[in-house]
C-alpha cells in the first residue's frame, strides 16, 4: 500500500477521536438512561469504524472479527435496556 | 488502474463517513432532547459508520495485501451488521423510552402512540 | 475505627508492598524485556517443527497449543470447573413447577415485530461468526472459548426479544444441561481415544496425547485433505464451543426467570418452617 | 532500549497495580453486593492485563504468537523465535478467564437469591434485618 493511504489515515484518525470524545461526553452528562445508551452506541459504531480503519493500517485481520463481535454486543445493550425500561422483568 | 479507482472511491466514502461521524457528535452534544438526539445517532451510525466500513473494504480491495479478499469479506459482513443493528436497536430504545416515559416528548404536533396505549389501558379497564 | 477498617486497611497496604516488591525483585522477569523465556521458546519452537517432530503439536498457533495439548490437564479440569459452577446455579434456582407465562398472545410477549425479525438475521450471522472462530482455532487467534463466548450472545437476543416463554418447548434447562454434558463427554472421549489407539495397534499411548512422543507412538491425523487440522484440537475446541455455548444458555434462561414465580415458593417455605 | 518504552511499560505496570488496589479497595469498603461483584471482575480483569503484559516483548516487529507458514524451515522457526511474544501468559490468561467467570456467575446466583429473601443487597440494611428478626 503506498504512502499516500497512510497520510490519509493519519489525517482521518484525530477527526474520529475528537467525535468518540463528544459522543462520551454526551454519555457521561446524559440526563436520563436513554440519552446514555444512544451515545454508547453512536461511540460503539464510531469506534467499529475506527477499528476497520485500523485494520488497514496495521494490516491485521484481528480487528475485523473484533469490530463485528462490538456490533452485536452493541445491539444486545440496546435491546437489553429498552426491555427493561418496558416491562422490568428480563423474561416476559 | 482499477487499484487506484478502488483507493479513491474508498477515500471518498471514509472521508464522507468522518464529516458524518463530527456533525453527529456535535449533534448529540447539542440537541435538547432524547427524541431529537435519535436524529443524530441515525446519521452517526449510518453516515458515520457504515460508509467507512465500505470504504476501508475497498481500500483493502485495491491494495497488495496477502489476503485482501478476506479483508474485504470481513469488512462488508461488518458493515451489513452494523446496517442491520443500528436501526433496530434504535427503534427498541425509543419506543421503551416512550413507553416508559422518562423523557419529554417536546416538539410534538400530536402524540399517536401516547393515544394507542391509552386506548389499550381503558379497555382493561 | 474499628477492628474490621483496620484489617482491611492492612490488607490492602501489605497487598500493594508485596506486589510492589515483587516486581522490584523482578519476581516477573525484567520488565521491559526484549528476550524470551526458556519455557516459551521451547514452545515456540516446537510447536509446528517439521524437522523435528518430538514435541510438536501439528498446530500453527502456540496457544491453543499450549491450551489443548501441552496443558491439556489443567483445560480439563477447568471446564469440569465451569461444567460445576453452572450445575450449582441450578441446584441455587431449584424449582418444582416450571412457570406460566401470563398471556397466551404471541404480540404481547417480548419486544415488537421489528426487533424479532432483526434478531433472528443476527442470529444467523452470530452462528457463522461464532462456528468460525471455533474451527479456525488451530490456526488464527480463536479457540473453543472465544467461540463459545460469542455464541453465547444469541441466548441473549432471543430471550429478551422473544421472551423465555417463546421458545421454552425447544430451549429449556434439561435440553441445555444434556447438551453441556455431550460436549463435555465429547472432551472425554477425545481424552481417552489414544489409550483405544495405543490398544489397538499394541503401542504405548499416554492419556490426552496428541502426536507421537519418542517412547509413544500414537498419533491423531494432523492434517485432513491438506488442511493443518491439529490433530486432536479441533475435536477438542468443537466440543468445548458446544458445551460453553449450552453453558452460557443455560445461566441466562435461569437468571431471566420472572420473579412471581419465586415469591409464591418463598412464601410457602415461611409459612413451613417458621 | 529507548527511554520512551521504559516509561511506558513502567506506566503499564503501575496502572494496572493501582487497579488492583483500587478493586480491593471496592471489595472491602463498599456496603453494595453488585458493586462487590463488580469489584471482583474489576480485580480479576487488572490480574489478567498484568500476566499478559509481563509476556509482552518491547521490541519494533512483534507478532502474536501464530506461524503463518504451513511447512515452515528452520530458517523460518528463527525468524518466529525473534519477533513473537511469550505465549504461556496469554494461555494462563484464557483458563483464568472462563474461571472467573464460572465463579462470577455463581457470585450473581447467590446475590439474586439474597435480594428474593431480604428485599434489599445492601449489607448494612441486611444486618439490621437479621438483628430484628432475632429479637
Redesign the interface.
Known sequence: MDTQVFTFIMIILPIYLVSLLLYLIRAFKGPTISDSVLSIDAFSFAAIAVMGILSLFFKSLVLVSIAILLSVWTYALDVFVSKYLEKKEMGE | MIDLILTIIGEILIAVGVFCSLVASIGMLRFPNFFVRLHAATVGSMGGSFLPIIGAGLIALGSDFPDKWMFFGGLIVAAIIVMLVSPAGSHALARATHRARVAPVEPKVTDHLKEDEDEKEGEKD | MNTKTVISLLVIISSLLAISYAIADQATGVIPQTGLRNLASFYLENTLNPSNKSYWTASPEATSAIVWDYRGFDTFFETSVFYLAIVGCTLVFELYEPPKSKTTKQTELGLTIIVKVITKIVGILIVCVSASIALHGQLTPGGGFQGGAALAVLPILFIITMSRFALDRKVNDTSMIIIRALGLCGIGITVILPLFLGFITNNNAYIIQNQMKPDALVSLPSTIADKMMGGSLWMLNVSEYIAVGAGFTLAFLLLSLPERSFKKILEEEKYATY | ?PLI??F??AYI?LTS?AT??IS??GV??KPHLTKKIISITIFGDAVNIFSA???????YPVA?????T?????QD?TN??EV?V???P??LV??A???G???V??M???A??VF??YHTLDTRKIAEQRKRSEE
Do not use: C, H, K, W
Open positions: 532500549m518504552e521504559t511506558l511499560a505496570m497495580v488492583l488496589i480491593l479497595y472491602f469498603y503484559i509481563v509476556g509482552f516483548r518491547y521490541i502474536p504468537p501464530i506461524l503463518l504451513e511447512n515452515p524451515t528452520a522457526l518466529f523465535l513473537a511469550d505465549p504461556v496469554q494461555a484464557l483458563t478467564i472462563v474461571i467467570m464460572a465463579v456467575s455463581f450473581v446466583f447467590l439474586l437469591n428474593r429473601i
